[in-house]
C-alpha cells in the first residue's frame, strides 16, 4: 500500500485546485465531487481532511458513519424480506439492496439456495445510483463465489464505525493478526460497518468486541504500538 | 485516379436472394456508423464539460486499497484461508519487505554511483590522473 499524504482541513463548498492527475485521469473518493463552474478543480461535499495517494487518487478523510453504497464494495447485509426470487438486504444504507437468487454460484432457476429472512450475506454491489436501490451479486465475474454468500449462522453480528472498518481492512494493521496469535476467529468486515465474528467461545468474540471498542478511539500508531507489545 | 467515395447498391438490389449476405453487411456498417457517431457526440460533450482533467469516482475500497473483509486465522475456515494467500497474505509480506529493507533504492543508487566513481579512480594510472595541460618546450620547432 503505497503511502498517502495529508493535505490540509476542508469544509463543504471549499474548492480544491492544482488537482494532481495521470494521463488526465483523477480518482475521485466519498465527499469529493467535480466542479461545474471550474473544469479542472473539485469541490468537497463533506468536512475532513483531504487525502491524497500518488499517483492520482483524492478523498475526504471524514469521521462520518452513514455508510453511502458505492459500486464495488464488498458488504454483510441481513435478510429483511423474500418474495418470489428477489430478497430485499439491510445493508446499513437509506434503502434495502435488492438481491437476485439467481445470483448465487451455481443457482439456476430450479435449483435455488436456501436462504431465509434474518440470514446473514456478504456480497458485493453491483449497482449503487443516487436514483436507484441498490444491487447486490453473490458471484464474481466468472460466476464463482469466492467468498462471498450466506453467512453460517453460527456467528455474531456487531455494528463498528466505518472508519475502523478502513483501519481494519488496511493488510498492514497488526491488530486483526494480533489476536491471531491468542486465539482461532473468523471473520467479516464489511466496509458498511457490519462485522459477523465466529470464534470457538463466546469470551473470545467479546474479546475482539472489546478490542475494536479502544481501536476505535486510537490513532492507528498507537494500535501498533500497542500490538507490538502482545508480541 | 480518384477513389470511388460511397458506392452503394440500391435497395432493390440488396433486396434480392443471392444478395443476402452483402445486405447483413451493408445492415452491419449502418449500424456501427449510427453508433460510432452517437459516442463519439457523447464524449466530445463531456470533454467540453470537465475540460483537461477527467474524474472517476470511486469507493473507499478503491482509494485506501482495502483488503477483501473475510478473513479466518487459526484454522476456523481453511477454504477462505486458501483463498487468503493470494491476497491478504500477499499485500502482507510485500508490506513486510518494504519495512525490512534497510537501504532504500534511492540510497542504493546514489551510494553506487559514487562507488564505482571510487572503483574508476583506482584503476585509472598515475599519467591519467594528474593530466594537466603542459606547455611546449620553446627550445623545441613547432615543426
Known amino acids: 500500500m503505497v503511502a498517502s499524504t495529508d493535505l490540509g482541513f476542508f469544509l463543504p463548498g471549499e474548492v480544491i485546485k492544482d488537482i494532481e492527475s ?13 466542479n461545474e463552474e471550474d473544469p479542472n478543480s473539485l469541490v468537497a461535499t463533506q468536512a475532513g481532511r483531504l487525502t491524497f495517494r500518488a499517483p492520482n487518487t483524492y478523498w475526504i478523510e471524514s469521521r462520518r458513519n452513514r455508510y453511502i453504497p458505492k459500486k464495488g464494495d464488498l458488504v454483510v447485509g441481513v435478510v429483511t424480506k423474500k418474495s418470489g426470487d428477489i430478497l430485499k438486504v439491510d445493508i446499513g444504507c437509506a434503502e434495502f439492496a435488492w438481491l437476485s437468487l439467481l445470483a448465487f454460484e451455481g443457482s ?111 490513532s492507528e500508531k498507537s494500535i501498533i504500538e500497542a500490538c507490538r507489545q502482545h508480541k | 485516379m480518384e477513389p470511388i467515395k460511397n458506392v452503394r447498391l440500391s435497395k432493390g438490389i440488396l433486396e434480392m436472394k443471392f444478395m443476402k449476405k452483402s445486405r447483413e453487411q451493408v445492415l452491419k456498417d449502418q449500424e456501427d456508423a449510427e453508433s460510432q457517431e452517437m459516442y463519439s457526440r457523447e464524449i466530445t460533450e463531456e470533454m467540453k464539460k470537465s475540460g483537461h482533467t477527467i474524474f472517476r469516482e470511486a469507493s473507499m475500497t478503491i482509494c485506501k486499497g482495502l483488503a ?76
Not at chain 1, 495521470?22 to 467535480?34: A, E, Q, S
Not at chain 1, 436507484?132 to 455494528?159: A, F, T
Not at chain 2, 502482507?92 to 562507488?115: C, F, I, N, P, W
Request: charged share 30%; with cysteine; net charge positive.
Open chain 1, 22 to 34: 495521470k494521463d488526465k485521469y483523477t480518482i475521485i473518493g466519498p465527499g469529493l465531487r467535480r
Open chain 1, 108 to 218: 439456476t432457476k430450479k435449483m435455488k439456495p436456501n436462504v431465509n429472512v434474518g440470514d446473514l450475506i456478504y456480497a458485493k454491489l453491483l449497482n449503487a445510483h443516487k436514483e436507484m436501490e441498490p444491487e447486490l451479486v453473490c458471484v464474481d465475474q466468472y460466476y464463482k463465489s469466492g467468498r462471498l454468500g450466506v453467512l453460517p449462522n453460527e456467528g455474531v453480528l456487531i455494528n463498528i464505525t466505518l472508519r475502523l472498518t478502513h483501519t481494519l481492512l488496511n493488510a498492514e494493521n497488526p491488530l486483526l493478526r494480533t489476536m491471531a496469535k491468542k486465539f482461532p476467529y473468523e471473520i467479516v468486515i464489511g466496509v458498511n460497518g457490519k462485522v459477523w465474528i465466529k470464534a470457538n467461545q463466546a469470551k473470545d468474540v467479546l474479546t475482539l468486541c472489546k478490542a475494536f471498542e479502544a481501536a476505535e478511539l486510537e
Open chain 2, 68 to 143: 477483501d473483509g473475510r478473513l479466518s486465522f487459526g484454522g476456523v475456515n481453511p477454504e477462505v484461508e486458501k483463498l487468503m494467500e493470494a491476497t491478504y497474505n500477499k499485500a502482507l509480506a510485500e508490506a513486510q519487505k518494504r519495512e525490512e529493507k534497510d537501504v532504500s533504492d534511492e540510497h542504493m543508487a546514489k551510494g553506487y554511483s559514487t562507488l564505482v566513481n571510487t572503483v574508476n579512480n583506482k584503476f585509472k594510472t598515475k599519467k591519467a590522473k594528474n593530466k594537466k595541460f603542459q606547455k611546449p618546450n620553446a627550445a623545441e620547432p613547432l615543426i
